[in-house]
C-alpha cells in the first residue's frame, strides 16, 4: 500500500485530532494514582472522549487480522508490560510506572499518542528508564525532514537507548496515520542512518519507541493482545504523531499538559 501525503485540509484535521488525543492524556494525569484500577482509567477517558470530545476511540472493538476485537477504549501498560495492556481489575499501587496510549478518531481522522505515567514516587531505576525512552522518542522526531530516511530515526532511537544500558523492542513499530489507524509507513526504532524510505512533505506517522531496561525478548499474554518483557524487566512507551513539514517536523500531539521537549532538545 503506498504512503499517503496529506493535504493542506487532511493535515487541519489531523492537527485537531492530535491535540484531542493529548487533551485526553492531559485530563487523566491528575486521577493515576494508588488504589485506582486502569478499568476505571479507561472508563474516565471513554467518558471524556466520547461524551466531552465528541470523538470515537479507536482501540474500542479494533481488531486487525489474526486478533479478537480489542475490549476496551485505551490501554494500559504496568510496570513489565510492553504495550497493548488491557484495562482491568488490577489496582495500581505506588511505586508503579503506567503508559496510557490514546487513539481518537475525529472528522475521519486519527489521533494516537501515549505517556508515561508515575504512580506516587518511582525508583530511581524506574524514573531513568522512563526519562531515557522519552529522550529517545525526540532524537527520532528530531531526524524528521524531507530527505531524511527511515533508517535514520531508528539509529537515532537505538542508540540512544544502548547509550543508556537499555534495549529497544523490535517486534513492534510507529506507523503511517490518517483516516486508518495503521498506513504505510512502519517506523521502526532500531536500524542504520541512510537506510530505508525517504521522508516526504505530508507523511504523517507515529513514532513510539518501546525501551526494555533488561532484555528486548517479549512474549504475549493469554488475552492475545498484552505484551510483556520475558525477563520481567520494567519497560517503557512514549508516542507522538508527526508530520513532515517543507523544513522538518510539526508534532501533531501536542495540549497544554504535554512534557516539553528533554532540556539539551528545547
Request: net charge negative; charged share 20%; glycine share 10%.
Amino acid at each position: 500500500m503506498p504512503v499517503s501525503l496529506k493535504t493542506s485540509d487532511e493535515v487541519e484535521k489531523m492537527r485537531v485530532a492530535g491535540r484531542l488525543a493529548a487533551e485526553v492524556l492531559d485530563y487523566i494525569e491528575p486521577r493515576v494514582r494508588a488504589g485506582v484500577s486502569t478499568a476505571q482509567l479507561n472508563d474516565l477517558c471513554h467518558a471524556y472522549m466520547v461524551e466531552v470530545q465528541g470523538t470515537i476511540p479507536a482501540p474500542l472493538n479494533y481488531a486487525p487480522p489474526g486478533y479478537k476485537p480489542f475490549p476496551k477504549s485505551i490501554c494500559t501498560s504496568v510496570n513489565h508490560q510492553v504495550c497493548h495492556g488491557i484495562p482491568g481489575d488490577r489496582v495500581l499501587k505506588t511505586g508503579d510506572i503506567l503508559n496510557i496510549d490514546v487513539t481518537v478518531i475525529k472528522d475521519g481522522y486519527h489521533g494516537d499518542s501515549s505517556r508515561m505515567y508515575f504512580v506516587g514516587e518511582p525508583s530511581i531505576q524506574a524514573r531513568r528508564l522512563v526519562d531515557a525512552t522519552y529522550a529517545c522518542m525526540w532524537r527520532g522526531i528530531e531526524q524528521v525532514r524531507p530527505g531524511a530516511r527511515l533508517g535514520d530515526i531508528g539509529a537515532a532511537i537505538q542508540g540512544c537507548a544502548e547509550s543508556h544500558g537499555y534495549s529497544v523492542v523490535r517486534e513492534f513499530c510507529g506507523h503511517g496515520i490518517g483516516r486508518r489507524f495503521h498506513e504505510e509507513p512502519q517506523v521502526l526504532h532500531y536500524g542504520r542512518p541512510g537506510t530505508g524510505m525517504a521522508l516526504e512533505p505530508g507523511m504523517t506517522f507515529t513514532i513510539e519507541p518501546m525501551i526494555n531496561a533488561g532484555k528486548a525478548a517479549i512474549r504475549e499474554l493469554a488475552d492475545g493482545w498484552t505484551i510483556v518483557t520475558k525477563d520481567h524487566s520494567l519497560s517503557a512507551q512514549w508516542e507522538h504523531t508527526v508530520l513532515v513539514t517543507d523544513r522538518g517536523y510539526e508534532v501533531m500531539t501536542l495540549s497544554a499538559g504535554a512534557p516539553p521537549p528533554p532540556p539539551s532538545m528545547a
